[in-house]
């Protein structure tokens, strides 16, 4: 099927401007998640980087809702009163019928309030909620799925808490709106439509359950949506009542909406819906004060990288580590969803072009995936250990030899060199050499495995034969488990690893979204996406060459497995061709994109959905008109102006390029950043001034001047289209 743009355009500059006077004060924001100071998996991130934003922009009108859980809550959360005195009459009802409702901060950057709800404290109701859903929405939960039933749980108790607050309010409530993500928050948004309570609801879904189950079967999902029986799929695999709930979820929420277009066509034949807005997922974007900061990061994590390598390979460092290249991968255990499969094959291959052309980079690909291990690899720990006794006795012969030199230069002589280490010097240094003898390859994986000969990574590896071996331009490294500060083995965080290297591969076959990549971007480390994840079409579609923005996307939707593979060995070859000054080039336009990806532009789609379902849900007190995209709307960036135009000028037939042609090559880093600059539209020229209005209690409209935003509107619906014209010509046309 193809992938039609719609009105849920992730167009930035085809995003239309807010009423700057929507009367927020009168409107009160429920943000409902399983992953509210939950840490599970992406959804979190979501929640937590969007917080600042939102909370920002609503005050003390923003309340999320999540589960409790007392190991979080003791990390996460500061515990106080609540400020609202409906919310508090409305915790206090709850917790005086048997409930346990607690409210406070959660500890992240905005500090928003959030209520969380113990569903451990309301389990003796599962019975009769679950007999309840049936007999209202004829959807029934099984005893045995432990996780659908803290779905149900938890929906019933936020319905409830919804409902006594609109109650504890009285005459004087406020208009209710509640968000809610992903199915295991879907029952109470069902039960609020069943309940009729007065809240204006949106549904989120970050990724279709029946969509991430069956592309782990290995089906041809994209080519094949429109074949599939749901309801069969779905009851195979024995989710047919997850199913349910999500489905019905977004079939009754006021406004639907999904984090990309790629998921919004899979919605719209798995959900039967078509999504009324794509929300793209953001991130805080930190910006540098210099350029030449995230530079030094990357060097300085770089460093740290190279020690680990030091200890892992040795005895086998017959490779220049100023010639190495790290790259990884990095998320969940799924196999082919996240692409794992296709690295490895791609990885194999990139070994023999390295070889047979005689390269001297030498590349060592991680994969940081959490595995069932029972503990770390004690030839992996020996190795560190080895490094260790190694830079030990290294300071202590050069301890000897300053002091030795320091004597020699005060008495005013040179020193004799053949005096300045003894006998023992020498022995202690043979020692340490000896014990770096090793008569076994370095390990490919850092832990022991406990389902070594089944694990679908290990035996790719041992098909594809990247065992380290000393001919192999290729080395692989599985560490199969999260990174952490405080490890014995690479004792660095997540971010400090992801700086460090020079490439993220994220060749997934199923990505609703893509953290990773995202993270890679504001980082300013090059990375590989594809055309099936939402991030690689959201900058395939703002990006006229992603390829020099250091953003390769790699196409799984209309090539082959084994020309998908070709590509990305293609991408990776010639990503080692580059120089290092070519590297650094490429990093500062990859840090410049981090602003596509920053909250502060992203977050405008959840506003405009936000004031959609306002309007569906309460008519007569809020409206809209939406205005359908037109071709002219979007901007590219557009191909950087040191990048000649010719593929075949700007990629190398030959390993054996010319260091001297390189660095002949134009390139003004401000004049470029300017450029760039100017792609990013801020919120006031951000485009077409659509029709949002409060209507006031007689039913006319107010809060804004009818002739002044149609004249706004009128002026500034002219748009540039995409590589038509200068970004400073669009943004004057806008400004005019």
């Not at 009459?89 to 409930?99: L, Q, T, V, W, Y």
């Not at 929906?155 to 409830?160: E, H, I, N």
């Not at 006031?684 to 006031?696: D, F, K």
Request: glycine share 6%; net charge negative; hydrophobic share 35%.
């Amino acid at each position: 099927m193809p992938l039609t743009r719609s009105l849920s355009v992730t167009s930035l500059t085809g995003l239309e401007d807010w009423d700057d006077e929507f009367d927020q004060e009168n409107v009160i924001l429920f943000e409902v998640a399983w992953e509210v100071a939950n840490k599970v998996g992406g959804i979190y991130t979501v929640i937590q980087t969007k917080a600042k934003i939102t909370a920002d922009e609503w005050g003390d009108n923003y309340v999320l809702i999540g589960p409790y859980f007392e190991h979080n809550v003791r990390t996460q959360v500061e515990l106080i009163d609540p400020v609202d005195p409906a919310v508090k009459r409305a915790i206090d009802s709850m917790n005086s019928k048997g409930c346990k409702v607690y409210f406070g901060r959660w500890l992240i950057e905005g500090s928003p309030y959030v209520v969380l709800l113990d569903i451990g404290s309301a389990a003796w109701n599962l019975d009769q909620w679950k007999s309840e859903l049936w007999d209202s929405c004829t959807v029934g939960i099984p005893w045995y799925d432990r996780e659908a039933n803290d779905a149900v749980l938890f929906g019933f108790l936020t319905a409830w808490f919804l409902g006594e607050f609109a109650a504890q309010c009285g005459e004087e409530r406020p208009f209710i709106l509640a968000h809610f993500h992903e199915w295991l928050a879907g029952v109470g948004l069902i039960l609020a439509r069943v309940r009729k309570l007065p809240v204006a609801t949106i549904f989120t879904t970050h990724a279709t359950l029946l969509g991430r189950y069956l592309c782990a079967g290995s089906v041809d999902f994209y080519n094949n949506l429109a074949n599939f029986n749901v309801d069969k799929e779905a009851g195979d695999r024995q989710i047919y009542h997850r199913y349910c709930m999500e489905r019905a979820a977004v079939h009754c929420t006021h406004v639907f909406t999904t984090v990309s277009q790629i998921t919004a066509v899979e919605a719209e034949f798995l959900l039967k819906r078509k999504p009324d807005f794509v929300t793209p997922n953001g991130l805080n974007v930190k910006k540098f004060s210099a350029m030449h900061e995230f530079q030094n990061l990357h060097a300085q994590s770089k460093a740290r990288i190279q020690e680990f390598v030091r200890g892992h390979f040795y005895g086998h460092l017959d490779f220049d580590l100023d010639k190495t290249l790290f790259f990884f991968i990095a998320g969940r255990y799924e196999f082919s969803n996240k692409g794992a499969d296709v690295f490895l094959e791609a990885l194999a291959r990139l070994n023999y072009l390295l070889r047979v052309n005689q390269s001297d980079k030498t590349v060592i690909a991680f994969f940081i995936m959490p595995a069932r291990t029972n503990n770390f690899n004690v030839e992996t720990l020996k190795g560190q250990a080895v490094r260790k006794q190694l830079w030990d006795t290294a300071n202590t012969v050069k301890e000897k030899f300053g002091k030795k030199l320091y004597e020699s230069l005060l008495v005013g002589k040179l020193p004799d060199m053949n005096k300045m280490l003894d006998k023992e010097d020498f022995t202690m240094m043979k020692r340490a050499i000896f014990a770096t003898q090793r008569q076994s390859l370095p390990p490919v994986c850092s832990h022991n495995m406990l389902d070594d000969a089944t694990d679908p990574i290990l035996n790719t590896i041992r098909r594809v034969g990247l065992f380290n071996g000393s001919s192999d331009r290729v080395k692989v490294i599985f560490h199969p488990e999260f990174l952490s500060s405080t490890s014995p083995l690479l004792p660095l965080d997540y971010e400090e690893f992801v700086r460090g290297c020079h490439l993220g591969a994220f060749p997934s076959y199923y990505e609703p979204w893509g953290y990773t990549p995202a993270e890679c971007t504001v980082m300013g480390i090059p990375s590989i996406s594809t055309n099936l994840s939402g991030f690689g079409c959201f900058m395939d579609e703002h990006i006229a060459d992603p390829t020099s923005y250091g953003i390769y996307i790699l196409d799984r939707r209309y090539r082959g497995l084994d020309e998908s593979c070709n590509q990305l060995t293609s991408f990776l070859y010639s990503f080692c061709q580059q120089t290092r000054r070519q590297r650094i080039i490429q990093r500062n336009r990859t840090e410049r994109l981090s602003d596509l990806l920053d909250w502060k532009y992203l977050g405008r789609y959840y506003t405009y959905s936000r004031h959609m379902a306002l309007a569906k849900a309460f008519p007569d007190n809020f409206t809209y008109e939406p205005h359908e995209p037109t071709a002219a709307q979007g901007f590219r960036y557009p191909r950087p102006a040191s990048v000649p135009p010719s593929p075949s000028i700007s990629r190398h037939s030959s390993p054996h390029h010319s260091e001297t042609e390189e660095d002949e090559e134009r390139y003004d880093e401000e004049e470029e950043a300017e450029k760039d600059r100017q792609n990013i539209k801020q919120p006031e020229v951000a485009g077409t001034v659509p029709e949002w209005r409060r209507r006031s209690k007689k039913g006319s409209i107010d809060a804004s001047n009818a002739s002044t935003t149609s004249t706004a509107s009128i002026a500034s619906t002219t748009s540039t289209p995409s590589g038509n014209s200068s970004p400073t010509s669009s943004l004057v046309e806008e400004r005019n």
